[in-house]
């Protein structure tokens, strides 16, 4: 079988099961998938992204009656959260099931459980008969792909094989949740938005620190969804560019952009779903125009707008302007 061939449905569920690695469609990015029950296909993915071992999984079900398979205990906030957004880009930290590897987890007594909203992934589980552990299908730290391409152009020859779902509906990774009885703290903003998971449950803690190592989910560590390409964050674009080819990311099309080599506009309308959507595929192009840095402007703090400046500043962690400051991207 061909490293880059494209699977079908069959195929992929035959690949999963014989402990290989199969890239899947969700409606968030395109995961890294393989049999959550065994760590030996699991210590793969951590190969093929060249992830950290510390650095945790999420567990993918196929349907609700999955849950008892992977974790131990799902408080009654938990089984709100999940009747109300799954199958959808939520997921939930919970006491996982003896039954769920530990290198899945990282040594923690939690684990990320979701129900994706696509329908050849859940299709996928379900042939297989095992829920996955399924982290994005990419380099660690770098871009998440949100096409079956992105997926193929940087780890194709790492993996056995690409389920083609076309484009990401969401475009962004999941709201991560930690929930503890009564307790709910938001570990990581994705394509939930806070104020929705607030009017379900109450307050949510957000914590504002980002844990340098041993983080509790994906998502934590300070420098992650990295382009190659340097980039910077902004609340309004610079007049003149901080380099000679410079790209800009930005919601809308601004009034002058003449200075700026490419340009990517998210969102005509100004609509942060679409924004959502259209975010890495933007970054991806940007990214491969060979410019030597990208200017992005950040977004609105609200909805998902809060998630979008979280991958911001986590992409631009590191980057230094010309001028050898450290780039403001604090959210």
Same mark, same amino acid.
């Given at each position: 079988?061909?490293?880059?061939?494209?699977?079908?449905?069959?195929?992929?569920?035959?690949?999963? !099961?014989?402990?290989?690695?199969?890239?899947?469609?969700?409606?968030?990015?395109?995961?890294?998938?393989?049999?959550?029950?065994?760590?030996?296909?699991?210590?793969?993915?951590?190969?093929? !992204?060249?992830?950290?071992?510390?650095?945790?999984?999420?567990?993918?079900?196929?349907?609700?009656?999955?849950?008892?398979?992977?974790?131990?205990?799902?408080?009654?906030?938990?089984?709100?959260?999940?009747?109300?957004?799954?199958?959808?880009?939520?997921?939930?930290?919970?006491?996982?099931?003896?039954?769920?590897?530990?290198?899945?987890?990282?040594?923690?007594?939690?684990?990320?459980?979701?129900?994706?909203?696509?329908?050849?992934?859940?299709?996928?589980?379900?042939?297989?008969?095992?829920?996955?552990?399924?982290?994005?299908?990419?380099?660690?730290?770098?871009?998440?792909?949100?096409?079956?391409?992105?997926?193929?152009?940087?780890?194709?020859?790492?993996?056995?094989?690409?389920?083609?779902?076309?484009?990401?509906?969401?475009?962004?990774?999941?709201?991560?949740?930690?929930?503890?009885?009564?307790?709910?703290?938001?570990?990581?903003?994705?394509?939930?938005?806070?104020?929705?998971? +607030?009017?379900?449950?109450? !307050?949510?803690?957000?914590?504002?620190?980002?844990?340098?190592?041993?983080?509790?989910?994906?998502?934590?560590?300070?420098?992650?969804?990295?382009?190659?390409?340097?980039?910077?964050?902004?609340?309004?674009?610079?007049?003149?560019?901080?380099?000679?080819?410079?790209?800009?990311?930005?919601?809308?099309?601004?009034?002058?952009?003449?200075?700026?080599?490419?340009? +990517?506009?998210?969102?005509?309308?100004?609509?942060?779903?679409?924004?959502?959507?259209?975010?890495?595929?933007?970054?991806?192009?940007?990214?491969?125009?060979?410019?030597?840095?990208?200017?992005?402007?950040?977004?609105?703090?609200?909805?998902?707008?809060?998630?979008?400046?979280?991958?911001?500043?986590?992409?631009?962690?590191?980057?230094?302007?010309?001028?050898?400051?450290?780039?403001?991207?604090?959210?």
């Amino acid at each position: 079988m061909s490293l880059n061939q494209v699977l079908t449905v069959e195929q992929a569920a035959i690949l999963l !099961k014989a402990g290989r690695l199969v890239a899947l469609p969700t409606e968030t990015v395109y995961g890294l998938a393989a049999n959550a029950f065994d760590p030996i296909a699991v210590a793969k993915i951590f190969a093929a !992204k060249d992830r950290p071992f510390f650095d945790p999984l999420i567990v993918h079900i196929a349907d609700f009656d999955w849950l008892p398979r992977v974790v131990r205990d799902f408080p009654t906030l938990a089984s709100q959260l999940a009747k109300r957004f799954w199958p959808g880009p939520l997921t939930l930290v919970v006491p996982k099931n003896d039954d769920i590897p530990d290198l899945v987890t990282s040594g923690l007594s939690n684990v990320g459980v979701r129900l994706p909203d696509h329908e050849l992934m859940r299709q996928v589980l379900r042939k297989a008969g095992v829920p996955v552990a399924a982290p994005s299908a990419n380099p660690f730290g770098r871009l998440s792909p949100t096409t079956a391409e992105h997926v193929r152009s940087q780890i194709g020859h790492r993996i056995d094989g690409i389920l083609d779902g076309g484009t990401c509906r969401v475009g962004i990774e999941s709201t991560i949740l930690q929930v503890e009885g009564n307790r709910v703290t938001m570990l990581r903003p994705g394509g939930v938005a806070l104020e929705e998971i +607030e009017q379900l449950v109450g !307050k949510v803690e957000y914590p504002a620190v980002t844990p340098a190592e041993s983080p509790v989910a994906p998502g934590m560590l300070a420098s992650h969804y990295s382009p190659r390409t340097p980039l910077i964050v902004v609340d309004a674009i610079p007049s003149t560019p901080p380099w000679p080819r410079t790209g800009l990311l930005c919601l809308q099309m601004p009034d002058e952009v003449a200075a700026y080599s490419g340009v +990517e506009v998210l969102s005509d309308e100004g609509d942060l779903v679409i924004a959502a959507a259209n975010f890495f595929q933007g970054l991806h192009r940007l990214d491969g125009a060979g410019l030597d840095g990208i200017v992005a402007v950040r977004f609105s703090p609200q909805g998902l707008g809060r998630a979008l400046n979280d991958r911001l500043t986590r992409a631009a962690h590191g980057t230094k302007n010309r001028a050898g400051e450290q780039s403001s991207s604090s959210s």
